[in-house]
Structure formats: structure tokens, C-alpha cells
């Protein structure tokens, strides 16, 4: 599956998509293979390789399918240069509401998230 990538705002609008509406081949077109996720569970630290995160993906239903609100927004992005970004977003799969930081390289194939460290809150 081939997106534009051309840009970074190109790549976090695939990922609030493919995250909404559950599409692993989505996901897996913007994270580059070797990318993985952090988190804390507990006071320590979780990490999940990109093909365990898109097989639990793969196994619950998303939000789209289950009629959930939507609401994600970019809360920054910084650039260092022409290949590497760092963007701050949010979003929310009820009752999870996350804060996710992101790290995109432009690669020769376009723009891949390359790391993904993330924080959610648990609500009613």
C-alpha cells in the first residue's frame, strides 16, 4: 500500500486514520519495521516491537466500527532539519486518551515514524 508521504503532516494524518479506524496496513505503511513502542506500565518500562503492536491491533475493534467520537489533533511539530521531526499529538480510542510523541524520519521511501513513546489516561 502506497501513501504520499511527502511531508510530515502527510504521515500524522495516515496515523490518526489508520489508528481510528483500525487499519493495520495503514500502520504498518508509516512505521518503519525496526520502529517500536514505549510506555510505562506500572513504573516501568513496556516495549513492543511493531509487529506485536500490530497484532493486538489486528485483534480489537476500532473505534470507527464501534461508533466512538473522534478527536486528534497535532499539539506540535519540530523540525531539526529537512529528515527529522519530533510531533507531539493526541488521541483518543474510549476510554484511553493519549499523548503520543513521535519521532518521523524522511527516509529514501518518504517520511516512516521510527519511534513512538506514549502516555494515556483511563476515563469513565
Known sequence: MSYDRSTV??????YFD???EGDVDKLGAIFHPSADLRSLEKGRLKVLAMPDWL???????SAK???KPRE???????????STAFIKVRCQLPPLYFTDYLVAMKLSDGWKIVS????YDLRG
Do not use: L, N
Open 72 to 82: 486528534d489533533f497535532v499539539v506540535t511539530i519540530d523540525r531539526s532539519d529537512q
Open 18 to 20: 489508520a489508528v481510528y
Open 55 to 61: 497484532d493486538y491491533f489486528r485483534k480489537r475493534p
Open 65 to 67: 466500527a464501534e461508533g
Open 116 to 119: 513512538k513513546s506514549y502516555r
Open 9 to 14: 503532516e502527510a504521515v500524522v494524518q495516515h
